[in-house]
């Protein structure tokens, strides 16, 4: 269905190639899913399947790739419209209309069909995707999945027969991310489509895929293999992968319950680590009866709780449920009633400049904190308005394990670098608390790996730190765990007490062992 | 029951502003702002743009406010009851003609408050064909040659919000570090974050509608000069031609230029509509019922107008009730029938349904 025929792609001004020699074909349809570290051409071989690469984007391209038999070379993106259906990251950049049904009959309208034809695929396209209930609702209202799946719909109303995701869940929660998933899944298995996707967290759709198309560091070509085999050796691992190398398996297991049966099958016998009590060392921040509220939207609940350092604190919970609006009243920048005491003092009180002092916050868009034209000025930017010493902000970035090229445009930095560079800039302040708001959006697990390595550390010199997030695998790294819901703080302890509790927040490893309550692969190493 | 055509609202919106242009009468102005508010709250939808109806209310109280605040400080004379006298302050020579302070007359405040009162009601008029027709969905029902053209505006309707969203979005951030940045610096720390947002925003809208085949169908050689330019003189004959007629100087030649131009520009935009295949999907149909609701606001400006003429000076009186010297308004039988044709839109449609068949995830979408 797709063909890669030795396609190397340079954008110009680059000195090497983005893709080398690629060959490589995907069956009709097969899931194949795109992964490899963060900048290693994904986004690029997927723009390239329907020709957006590069024809819109720029750039050269040597070698063939053909869908359906028709080359990318001859025929526009918008000519292979009825061919490829391509969606991006975040829907709802790429709404031009107001309503679904609109939105879901403008790619027919450009196609020209007739009218009773396109009236009949929308209905078709709504039953698909099981939006009939929504049609007439305005996009902006719908949530982030429901936003996503009306975007698959819009494309999927040209009837293509290659369906291309660049993320697709990459700006949405994990209940949205599923939804979107498994819509994805019944599209492959009931309409036969062919679907091309890139995704970082590859655990939610391992079980499905066919193929796995891998885009090694370094190299610029493709690896495709099946994803049992291909994920022992490659450099993305997801949490049964890693499971697999710790226990030396031949291969990697595709579910939970595959690894399970093969647990239960070669009599493996884990003991779980005991639970490291929370920390008693005095509190440093404490919150009495705090609320927070929107008009009549109630964000947080009289939430009273005592942060103390030396801890990492996983912030979990819904889309919706108050994480962002707690960090950011902690740092006292969101008006809140009840008590907030930082060292003994209130932030929002004080000044900004001696807010930051106490209580450092990287928002959920961390880049809206840059805004000087390289990564040098930033750092010296930083240096000056803590008043700290030249080259302060640079020391505390190569601590973090981040070389960065200082001339560089923060902007065209990838994820992880950036996080790295605020992160740097935020903790020139000196602060004695660090919020994170949702940090490891976008990141790769090496950089996850990395993230939390970085948050424990700055647990042990002493910090309070918090970071809110989605992710079940990286709160498995912390010391204590909250999960909100509705505005109230739900659930509240050691991490592997609250993480292993119930399965909705368990992590991989642990449901693969359950009742057993492990939580990293690390601790069932050489487990016989 | 077939929505109500954009186009609809917008002619009875606009009919009923060119009627309240022609007069002064508060009873008038009020009664018709009372039925647009009825017909809006009514008739409206749950959608986003529905609720922009308060937003033209506080800007029409802006506009009053303002009026009222200008006339009180630097208020002209005339007016023989003086209700209070603010402090004047004596300006240089060369400002004559200006006064800041002064007596203030009830005569000049009443006259500012109906002038005022009139604007704001015109302001609501257009307020309510926002909240009642989409602006987007209006303009999905322009000829084919102009689609371009109104793809590009209703993309920049959905930039703004976004844009103030993202400007928000930044300030809030800027305190997280320290605020300190002055001066050029700070409109920088606010300014670039917002448009890196906002050109990555457009290059991936940019991408899905080439993805989704936006300008394939369209015809790729040059437009003939021919119709170009015929199309242009035919617009250029309708210009000139509302000029006279307006300017009353040659009313019959002003006319058949008009006629002539209009009858050009859509022979022109039809066939250059033709370049382009893009096809619509349910287009709004234009029903009898539109007609009526189109013509009921078009019908109460022509009443207006005809009392402008001055041919009844009783009848004209009525609508411009004298303020110097001050008299009570009269409601004239007329006014009701004015009004009656302003909220004659509650008989002709019904409440729209609701979008909404299912509670959903509202609250999830507003967190």
Known sequence: ?528 | MTPVHPWAWWAWALGLAAALSMTTNPLQIVLIVLAVCAVVLLRRSDAPWARSLRIYAVLAAFIIAMRLFFFIVMGSGGGTTVLFTLPQIELPSWAAGIRLGGPVSAEGLVFTLYDAGRLAAMLLCLGAANALANPKRALRSVPAALYEASVAVVIALSVAPQLVESVQRVRRARRLRGGAARGWNAVTAVVIPVLADAIDRSLSLAAGMEARGFGRTRDQRPPSPALTGGLLAAMLAATLGAFLLLGSASPPLGGALLVLGVAGTVWGLRVGGRRLSVTRYRPDPWTARDSLLAASGCAAAATMALVGTGEWPTLYAAFHPATSPLTWPTLHPLMLVVAGLAVAPLALTRAPLPATTHPGHLGEAAA
């Not at chain 1, 984007?57 to 391509?86: I, K, Y």
């Open chain 1, 1 to 528: 269905m797709i063909t890669f025929e030795d396609v190397t792609l340079t954008y110009p001004g680059a000195s090497e190639p983005t893709l080398r020699e690629v060959s490589f074909t995907v069956e009709e349809g097969d899931l194949a899913v795109v992964v490899g570290r963060t900048g290693t051409g994904k986004s690029t071989l997927l723009g390239a399947i329907n020709g957006l690469v590069p024809h819109f984007t720029g750039g050269t391209l040597a070698g063939d790739v053909r869908v359906a038999g028709r080359s990318t070379a001859h025929n526009r993106p918008r000519d292979l419209a009825d061919v490829v259906g391509w969606v991006g990251q975040d829907p709802r950049a790429g709404f031009v209309t107001d309503t679904v049904e609109e939105e879901i009959a403008y790619g027919m309208e450009q196609l020209g069909l007739r009218p009773a034809a396109m009236r009949k695929r929308v209905e078709e396209t709504l039953d698909l995707m099981g939006i009939a209930a929504l049609r007439r609702r305005p996009l902006a209202d719908l949530s982030g999945g429901q936003q996503q799946r009306v975007a698959i719909a819009a494309v999927l109303a040209a009837q293509p027969r290659v369906l291309v995701l660049d993320e697709p869940t990459s700006a949405l929660d994990p209940t949205a991310a599923q939804d979107v998933l498994s819509a994805l899944t019944s599209l492959v298995h009931e309409v036969g489509l062919t679907v091309v996707l890139a995704e970082h967290r590859l655990e939610r759709v391992l079980h499905q895929a066919d193929t796995l198309l891998w885009l090694p560091q370094d190299t610029h070509g493709v690896v495709v293999g099946p994803p049992s085999r291909l994920l022992l050796t490659c450099d993305v691992r997801p949490p049964l992968a890693q499971l697999a190398r710790a226990l030396h398996w031949d291969a990697v297991p595709a579910s939970v319950r595959d690894a399970r049966r093969r647990v239960q099958r070669e009599h493996l016998r884990v003991t779980a680590p005991a639970v490291v009590p929370l920390s008693t060392a005095p509190a440093r921040v404490s919150v009495r009866d705090l609320t927070i509220s929107y008009g009549s939207l109630t964000a947080v609940n009289r939430l009273s709780l005592d942060l103390r350092p030396g801890e990492v604190t996983a912030l979990m919970g819904r889309n919706g449920a108050g994480k962002s609006s707690l960090l950011w009243a902690l740092q006292g920048g969101l008006p809140s009633t009840g008590s907030v005491s930082v060292d003994g003092r209130d932030p929002r009180t004080l000044s900004a400049p001696q807010a930051r002092r106490l209580v450092s916050l990287v928002p959920q868009t961390a880049t809206d904190l840059l805004y000087l034209p390289t990564v040098a000025a930033e750092l010296a930017q930083a240096d000056r308005e803590t008043g700290s010493q030249p080259g302060t902000a640079a020391e505390i970035l190569s601590s973090l394990g981040s070389r960065l090229p200082p001339q560089a445009d923060p902007r065209d930095l990838s994820e992880g670098q950036r996080l790295s560079l605020v992160l740097a800039l935020q903790l020139c302040a000196e602060p004695g608390v660090i919020l994170l708001d949702e940090p490891t959006r976008g990141l790769d697990y090496a950089m996850k790996d990395h993230l939390s390595r970085t948050v424990s550390r700055l647990a042990h010199e002493g910090h309070v730190v918090v970071v809110s997030t989605h992710d079940v695998e990286f709160a498995a790294a912390s010391q204590r765990t909250l999960v909100m819901a509705d505005g109230d703080v739900i659930a509240d302890g050691p991490t592997r007490e609250v993480l292993t509790s119930s399965p909705a927040f368990a992590p991989q490893t642990t449901k693969v062992f359950s009742p057993t309550a492990v939580l990293v692969p690390d601790e069932v190493r050489g487990a016989r």
